[in-house]
């Protein structure tokens, strides 16, 4: 029930009670409100290690309430050669061309089937006509779904919490945020 316990490189997920401080611009712990996502000052949610230390480095007060932590078995992480390997063809290409596109969707699918069916949801059959309930996929995996999103999310608002009071954020989408700062007004240490 520590939390500096989930801090670092783990497969930490919690189930917690937190609450911001009231001067918290971007508070950056994520409550499900029916279908939307929403960043409250408190409340309680699901959420991964890294979500949770950006969350402590705001001043955000952390209850554990259950919490799992899997220690890595080495050095050795599942899909990193896969990812490395992903971002340097991407690279390669011209952005935005057939090539460049492709990559992207083969890395995007990676996660899409971790998440396949965590949340039940129906699907459209080309074969009858009719939508079914969609089926895990062998990939299927809530720990590395929910470690793929708290990660990234947990990036993005290491990255809000740096925006200057003076910078204001239109719009906040699954992996970048627009608004009149710049990249040097950030700390992206």
């Not at 050669?81 to 340097?88: A, L, N, S, T, V």
């Not at 949801?121 to 299927?140: C, I, N």
């Not at 999103?149 to 627009?178: H, N, Q, W, Y």
Request: glycine share 6%; charged share 30%.
């Amino acid at each position: 029930n520590k939390v500096e316990d989930f801090f670092g490189d783990k497969m930490a997920l919690a189930w917690v009670e937190f609450e911001f401080p009231e001067n918290t611009r971007f508070p950056s712990l994520v409550v499900r409100d029916k279908d939307s996502l929403i960043f409250p000052l408190r409340g309680e949610t699901h959420c991964t290690g890294h979500e949770l230390e950006v969350a402590y480095n705001q001043g955000a007060k952390i209850k554990i309430k259950q919490g799992f932590i899997f220690p890595w078995k080495n050095d050795v992480r599942i899909f990193e050669k896969y990812m490395k390997w992903g971002r340097e063809k991407r690279k390669s290409y011209e952005k935005g061309s057939f090539q460049e596109k492709l990559v992207k969707e083969m890395l995007n699918s990676t996660y899409g089937k971790f998440s396949q069916n965590v949340k039940p949801k129906q699907t459209f059959s080309v074969e009858d006509g009719y939508s079914k309930p969609q089926p895990p996929s062998k990939l299927t995996n809530p720990f590395y779904a929910s470690y793929t999103c708290g990660l990234a999310r947990a990036l993005l608002s290491e990255m809000l919490a740096s925006v200057p009071d003076d910078k204001t954020v239109l719009s906040i989408t699954t992996d970048g945020f627009l608004g009149n700062t710049s990249v040097e007004d950030l700390d992206l240490t």
